[in-house]
């Protein structure tokens, strides 16, 4: 069955409210609609975890479900130490103890992403794991940087793309994946299952007289 592809006039439905999500699509040009999918994510413990992929598909299905008969995309993203999900800290103290956990070692972030056809038929899923080294964090360092307010909101307690660049020594794999979508991974599935015709998109007459 042939689909719309993704257009200003057919966007793709994002089932998620996160910024850096909505910000990352934005950077490359796909244009979208944010709907929130209102599917818990503390669903997945540290002693019993639910894939991320899972997860994904339970939030674009949630959001398809109120009408959108575009292209949809969930994602989720967890941080993984060893055999231990880490999620977003409650409180400062939390926080102080997911970061002095991470202090000096790798950990894996995987985010897991399910696009669905106009119809609401699975279309996509795949998880894409990168890996982070963190330095050795001395306490002073961990407790300045959770009094900017950075880490809450965020699984593992830091946020790459922000302050939380400083304690990141190295990563291996996608660095849009620890943000929160692995865009290189997204616009091949995109262009595989027929959502694009090419990439990057033709840009507006607006954009190429460098407005908005």
Known sequence: MNFSTISKDFPLILASSS???KELLGQIGIPFRPRSSNIDENMSTATSPISPRVLAVKKAKAVYSEGHKNWVLGADTVVVLGKTLIGKPKDFEEAKATLSTLS??????????????PTGEKAHTEEITTFVKVKKMTEQEI???????EPFGK????????IGAFMVES?????????GLPL??????????GALDAFPMRPTAQSVNGKR
Request: hydrophobic share 40%.
């Open 155 to 162: 699984a593992g307690s830091y946020a790459i793309q922000g």
């Open 143 to 149: 407790r300045a940087y959770i009094a900017t307010g």
């Open 104 to 117: 000096g070692k790798e950990h894996k972030v995987i985010t897991g992403f399910c696009l669905l056809d």
């Open 19 to 21: 910024p850096r999500r």
């Open 171 to 179: 990563i291996t794999g996608s660095y849009s994946n620890v943000v």
């Open 184 to 193: 290189c991974a997204l616009i091949k599935a995109l262009r595989r299952i």
